[in-house]
């Protein structure tokens, strides 16, 4: 059996649980989100494998990004990502990679992105689906209005997260 390596790591708005699969990050996300187990089967399923915690260069390099991160050290991440979806949510992912350092798009305007103007619903729900929050940014993505709508992590997260961004506030 296949193994993805995991690391609990508690970040300053919260605690994430970290994998690694074939030398790439295949899940940044948050430990207590809702939908937890729907998303390790989905990775672990996608990869033919279970989960071990242990050590990991691919880990310890994502700690190391993070922590560059919220001290406001690092806005691009140069980690190798492994995606574990359908191909519709990898290319939401995909379109997500493209959101600059310290700016939102709306769910519509993600949408009109990646080409599938018509799909804001579906692209919303593969945006929740993300498994690597802060490497691909699904914190960017606001409401219509520019509100901030559901984020894994919690809406006190994501309004952090952009905050420090935004150099508005420091973690």
């Given amino acids: 059996m296949n193994t993805i390596s995991i690391q609990y790591f508690q970040t300053p708005v919260g605690e994430m649980i970290l994998g690694s699969y074939d030398d790439k990050l295949c899940m940044a996300d948050w430990r207590y989100r809702k939908g937890r187990e729907s998303i390790d089967r989905r990775v672990q399923k996608g990869l033919h494998a279970i989960f071990v915690e242990e050590e990991s260069e691919v880990l310890n390099l994502a700690k190391e990004e993070l922590e560059a991160y ?82 894994a992590g919690g809406l006190e997260a994501k309004k952090k997260l952009l905050a420090l961004e935004q150099n508005i506030f420091t973690i």
């Fill in 70 to 151: 919220f001290k406001g050290l690092r806005q691009k991440f140069d980690i190798p990502l492994l995606l574990v979806g359908t191909e519709f949510q990898k290319s939401v992912w995909k379109g997500l990679l493209q959101i600059s350092f310290g700016t939102t798009v709306s769910y519509k305007d993600l949408a009109q992105n990646i080409d599938n103007k018509t799909a804001v619903r579906a692209v919303a729900s593969a945006v929740g689906a993300n498994a690597m929050s802060i490497f691909i940014p699904c914190h960017r993505v606001v409401g219509s209005d520019s509100s901030l709508r559901g984020y």
